[in-house]
DNA sequence: GTGGTCTAGACCACC
DNA sequence: GTGGTCTAGACCACT
């Protein structure tokens, strides 16, 4: 259901909220499902509790899931998520202009940039 | 010359690598330039001098600078510079799928993304 | 007759106290009334029989209900609660000063508590 | 500075965030004030690093706080906080207006009520 | 020395 | 067994 990239340079619970967000907002997970106990998905992934805690308790902040305790984690609603993604959203922006403007700087040609938009936005509609 | 950002999360030797990269991108240093010492750097920015010397030698290593010794820091000629260039722009091209990747299951639309390359690529031109 | 929220973060017990609570006080539970019995109760909220308990239990050192043995739970009468009551009267008095407190600090305007006090003191009568 | 009560049910790291509010909100600390950093109000406090740790952390999230590595962490500007304000201001009045749905319910008296209102809204004006 | 991440292991309340 | 809090101790990147 997830993995971690040891290779990757961003903590471990980032890793794991990025992936579980991923399985949220694609509907994998649907609202009210449950979603692996703490317990379970560290042993699972091999690494302490703790670190999916934080993931986990990140993700309620976030409005992506509610904790019932000594019950498990579940999907929140959609409503619930609403705000959040569109300030994430803002982020994005922001940070695709900065990237963008570097890779104009080093040469890079729009029309890279623009087989890439069509790459993901083209794929499977 | 040279301003630095404490908002900004990223540590000062990136940000100051990042501002030079520009200035000799863009063609406001030129070749064989020298630029200004690590303590002079240092000095005007008010921080650590070993932050300036992290960013003189990664810049080195990437190929924009060269030193001599006891003589200062020089702008490269642009042929050492094209490696490094074609090596960041892949890492970015990978870097904006990503994030493009996360706009789009946030809901982003295309519009928004084409918005801001016509804002960068038809500024100045 | 009791109904559960699942997004409010405090245990279950605590809110089947608050909801049969409110009941007694409000007088739709009487005096010497006859309540529903522990796993009459848990198996319509669909919730273990223990937290049932739990919360009768403490109704009971509250004053507000009594047991008879393999008879069932009873509404107590007026005079049993009047202890209970004027302590957790004085607990909510301290937790208002609190809230208030933190409200103005962070703003909050005087009216708009005001309101919150007419709405509810001044609604059935 | 900041003292903890271990009689308080609430956790170490929620009273910790609560008093450095308090001192940020009531300007005792001043934008770009530098706080005490994790291990010296971990020691002063006589808990663990990490504690203070997550009380920093979430602050930050709210906009109070901001923090630069191998720096400390400091007081954020006024604006960074707005917003996080007015989200804490109807979460205030909507717990308000539990609190003395209760009261009235237990026969708490209108005039309790604004006496404490009058108490700290006339306190020190 | 400073913030940030992670592990290991413990304890508590709740169900 | 489940979430939540806390401790102790370690390691890393940055200044």
């Not at 990757?8 to 979603?35: A, F």
């Not at 509610?66 to 993604?85: H, L, M, W």
């Not at 300030?87 to 940070?95: V, Y």
């Amino acid at each position: 259901m997830i993995t971690l990239d040891y290779a990757d340079k961003r903590p471990l619970y980032e890793q794991t909220k990025e992936k579980l967000r991923e399985l949220i907002i694609n509907g994998v997970l649907k609202p009210h499902d449950r979603i692996p106990s703490v317990r379970e998905l560290a042993s699972k992934l091999s690494i302490n509790p703790n670190t999916i805690q934080k993931a986990y308790h990140e993700l309620e902040q976030e409005g992506y899931i509610y904790s019932k305790t000594a019950k498990g984690n579940y999907v929140s609603p959609i409503e619930d998520r609403a705000q959040y993604g569109s300030e994430r959203c803002a982020e994005l922006l922001k940070k695709l202009e900065n990237t963008i403007s570097e890779l104009k700087l080093l040469g890079g040609k729009k029309d890279d940039i623009n087989e890439i938009i069509a790459k993901i936005y083209d794929k499977g509609e």
